[in-house]
């Protein structure tokens, strides 16, 4: 009964493991997809605009 004892836990984790790929996989795209894709790319919109006006900024000094 040692072997059982040995493959459980290895068994149950890669149950567990493979049940949060299915999740994490039903999860992408849905409804909110668009609202996650539009508030990613408003992020990085502000994140190029700052990084163009420290850049511009320090040609300017």
């Given at each position: ?9 290895p068994v149950v ?23 996650e894709d539009a ?23």
């Amino acid at each position: 009964m040692d072997y059982v004892s040995a493959l459980v836990p290895p068994v149950v984790m890669a149950v567990f493991f493979i049940g949060l790929i299915r999740v994490i996989v039903k999860t992408q795209g849905g409804a909110n997809k668009a609202k996650e894709d539009a508030a990613v790319d408003a992020a990085l919109a502000r994140a190029e605009r700052a990084r163009q006006a420290s850049a511009s900024g320090k040609t300017e000094a």
